[in-house]
């Protein structure tokens, strides 16, 4: 007997860009097409990237086994239902993991139509840095490149931020530029795949933004994109399978997201910084901010220039390696010493 399976010639694409710049915003707005589905962040496509080597009842195993490695080692907002898998064959060889990847973002929101969904939205800040990996498991993905003034972004994620190397001024400028420097190397090779939309534009003209991105994917646009607020994925955080305190931390980073849309937060940065923090930003960051138009104001004589260059040599190495120490267990060692490291 035949399976009964989804149409899955629908568009993968990413929002890429820094944590802290609209992302979860962006992503709400668009869950309200019925042409998209879109979900809080869940790092699976990624973290099981080896499964696409494999096919049948292995595939649909490990597949299974993935999110109870990965949904207990990342503050993941939702745990997807994968009743889904059980219409399936195990023996089947023609399924493939990038097949049940979009099976998952079909399932996400049970009240849409799926058989309008045209597009899945996956938006995770640290895709940034994988776009190969990216493109290499869907080679028609589509790309939202988010950016935000780097100041007013550093200031939020000052906010927000553990850690003793990541709470450092230089890391916060640098993983700015790491991130968005990254995404413009494949955007330079890929420009089809790419479009640019910035948060200050969301917040000042919504619908004409939206409009943008509708047409970049080409679907239409949905008026129902521009009520976010009253339909806040904040109820998704709420409902959360997590700690106390990590529902807490989470729901408190977007408790703006109840509030319609204003532009309180563009230029926000202006009385946060001393003058040797403003001037050690713009030099890290100025060279790549200026690729999205974002300009750089601070005064420096010698001596304060030297001093930002000695801030940078000394903590960038160690923002290097917090970044490596951080990100290679979780996304480039082999899938079955994974499973061991991130097992429950």
Known sequence: MGTQKNNLDITPCFIVGIGRSGTTLLTDMLNGNPCISAAPENNFILFGKKLSTLSGSNLIAEFKTLFTLNHNHTQSIWKPDLSFLEKYNINEKQINYQELCKEVYLHNNPAKDQNQIKVFVDKNPVYSLYIKDLIALFPDAKFIILTRDFRDNIVSRKKHTEGTISKLMV????????????????????????????????????????????????????????????????????????SKAAKDKIIEMHNRLKMPLNNERINYWKDKFSNQDLILIETICSKTAKEFNYLSFSKANLLEKIWAYFRIITIYPLFKLSVILYYFPYYSIPYKLKKIIFKS
């Open 171 to 242: 890391s916060y400028a640098a993983s700015w530029s790491l991130y968005y420097t990254s995404i413009l190397k494949y955007e330079q090779k890929f420009p089809e795949k790419f479009i640019r939309i910035k948060y200050e534009a969301i917040v000042k003209q919504p619908k004409e933004t939206l409009n943008k991105i509708t047409d970049f994917l080409t679907i239409s646009f949905n008026e129902k994109m521009l009520h976010t607020h009253e339909n806040s994925v904040m109820e998704k955080f709420e409902k959360a399978d997590l």
